[in-house]
């Protein structure tokens, strides 16, 4: 669910009608978050969606007919007062005044902070600060989880705030929580959390060249050859009987020498 479909469709609908977004949609891809978020402020583009508040008893599907003339089925009789909408959907609404008023909800449902995230780079600025104020409250490593989508969002304009809080819990956030982003599957997330390694020296320069070598990614294979050269006493990037050559880019035989001790690499 990356984009504007079905599934994102059915998934909003789900939310409407009480389903969390867990049950409703893959909570673990920033893509579904967003195109969550896109859905809902784009269900008037569907007029046959028959989307159902909390209570209200399940009516019978629209037909074709029903479509073409625009109609949406038999309905049950109105409530009295149109229920409101549940916190997920209210954070992606298209009244911002109804996505900053459910921003509150998000202090007592850690599973909605995805949406905080979101709203952090909301185009209406009442929202956005509200939203800002309550990713700054959250310890540092409440972010990790949230890294791929900050790091989504971070493409777009106003996306740049939630990057800095991620970058600094980072940089004092938990040792072991910094290595583990490294193996994230998302290439951003990974990668910050490289950069960050680096930086903060929790990286043997074995272990950088060992990714230099193995890794496909010549981003990461850059940034982890230069830190495992740098790493290293000049003597010990040379290759047995061989002379040190002028200061240059780093040497890809040095790293793979260093992450594979008595080893020659192939080519």
Same mark, same amino acid.
């Given at each position: 669910?990356?984009?504007?479909?079905?599934?994102?469709?059915?998934? @909003?609908?789900? #939310?409407? *009608?009480? /389903?969390?977004?867990?049950? %409703?949609?893959?909570? $673990?891809? =920033?893509?579904?978050? +967003? !195109?969550?978020?896109?859905?809902?402020?784009?269900?008037?583009?569907?007029?046959?969606?028959?989307?159902?508040?909390?209570?209200?008893?399940?009516?019978?599907?629209?037909?074709?007919?029903?479509?073409?003339?625009?109609?949406?089925?038999?309905?049950?009789?109105?409530?009295?007062?149109?229920?409101?909408?549940?916190?997920?959907?209210?954070?992606?609404?298209?009244?911002?005044?109804?996505?900053?008023?459910?921003?509150?909800?998000?202090?007592?449902?850690?599973?909605?902070?995805?949406?905080?995230?979101?709203?952090?780079?909301?185009? @209406?600025?009442? #929202?956005? *600060?509200? /939203?800002?104020?309550?990713? %700054?409250?959250?310890? $540092?490593? =409440?972010?990790?989880? +949230? !890294?791929?989508?900050?790091?989504?969002?971070?493409?777009?304009?106003?996306?740049?705030?939630?990057?800095?809080?991620?970058?600094?819990?980072?940089?004092?956030?938990?040792?072991?929580?910094?290595?583990?982003?490294?193996?994230?599957?998302?290439?951003?997330?990974?990668?910050?959390?490289?950069?960050?390694?680096?930086?903060?020296?929790?990286?043997?320069?074995?272990?950088?060249?060992?990714?230099?070598?193995?890794?496909?990614?010549?981003?990461?294979?850059?940034?982890?050859?230069?830190?495992?050269?740098?790493?290293?006493?000049?003597?010990?990037?040379?290759?047995?009987?061989?002379?040190?050559?002028?200061?240059?880019?780093?040497?890809?035989?040095?790293?793979?020498? +260093? !992450?594979?001790?008595?080893?020659?690499?192939?080519?």
């Amino acid at each position: 669910m990356d984009g504007w479909d079905g599934e994102t469709m059915r998934a @909003v609908v789900r #939310v409407c *009608e009480g /389903a969390t977004p867990e049950e %409703a949609f893959g909570i $673990g891809s =920033a893509g579904a978050w +967003l !195109a969550f978020d896109d859905g809902v402020r784009n269900t008037d583009d569907r007029p046959w969606l028959s989307i159902r508040p909390p209570g209200e008893p399940e009516r019978p599907a629209p037909t074709l007919l029903d479509r073409l003339r625009g109609r949406r089925g038999p309905r049950a009789a109105p409530p009295a007062s149109p229920p409101p909408p549940p916190p997920a959907v209210a954070l992606c609404h298209p009244d911002g005044r109804v996505r900053e008023a459910a921003l509150d909800a998000v202090r007592t449902a850690p599973e909605l902070r995805p949406l905080l995230v979101v709203r952090c780079a909301d185009w @209406v600025a009442p #929202v956005r *600060e509200k /939203a800002r104020a309550l990713l %700054a409250e959250l310890p $540092g490593d =409440a972010l990790f989880p +949230l !890294a791929g989508l900050i790091l989504r969002l971070a493409r777009r304009d106003r996306g740049d705030f939630a990057r800095a809080l991620l970058e600094d819990a980072l940089r004092e956030g938990p040792a072991a929580e910094v290595l583990a982003l490294t193996a994230a599957p998302d290439r951003a997330t990974y990668r910050i959390a490289y950069r960050i390694a680096v930086e903060r020296g929790l990286l043997t320069p074995v272990e950088l060249a060992a990714t230099a070598a193995a890794c496909g990614d010549v981003t990461l294979q850059d940034l982890c050859a230069e830190a495992a050269v740098a790493a290293v006493k000049p003597e010990e990037a040379v290759r047995p009987g061989a002379s040190p050559g002028p200061t240059g880019p780093p040497c890809w035989t040095c790293c793979w020498r +260093l !992450a594979r001790p008595g080893c020659v690499r192939p080519g």
